[in-house]
Nanobody, 115 residues
Framework: QVQLVESGGGLVQPGGSLRLSCAAS????????MGWYRQAPGRERELVAS???????NYVYSVKGRFTVSRDNAKNLVYLQMNSLKPEDTGVYYC?????????WGQGTQVTVSS
């Protein structure tokens, strides 16, 4: 059983930055590809960034050059650095395995980009 706890969200103005964290506990695999998912209001949850166990990353086009995903395998932590935030980045952000979430979903962390 793996528990995922996301944190670091908040209200930020357009152009601002946030750093999200995901803490995994339980029987977590440090080699699993992990991803950050975003669920915008009224939309399906989508994968926006992923990172393999060896550190290779992939991003959806809309966040390329603005978001950076990283991980600390020793501490079972996954991060998402979000810069140059736009209103369309608003949503609840979740972490899980990628490209399919195999663990139970956490509560997520709300990111609101608004002036």
């Amino acid at each position: 059983q793996v528990q995922l706890v996301e944190s670091g969200g908040g209200l930020v103005q357009p152009g601002g930055s946030l750093r999200l964290s995901c803490a995994a506990s339980g029987t977590f695999s440090s080699i699993a590809t992990m991803g950050w998912y975003r669920q915008a209001p009224g939309r399906e949850r989508e994968l926006v960034a992923s990172i393999t166990g060896l550190g290779s990353t992939n991003y959806v086009y809309s966040v390329k050059g603005r978001f950076t995903v990283s991980r600390d395998n020793a501490k079972n932590l996954v991060y998402l650095q979000m810069n140059s935030l736009k209103p369309e980045d608003t949503g609840v952000y979740y972490c899980n395995t990628a490209p399919v979430g195999r663990y139970s979903w956490g509560q997520g962390t709300q990111v609101t980009v608004s002036s």
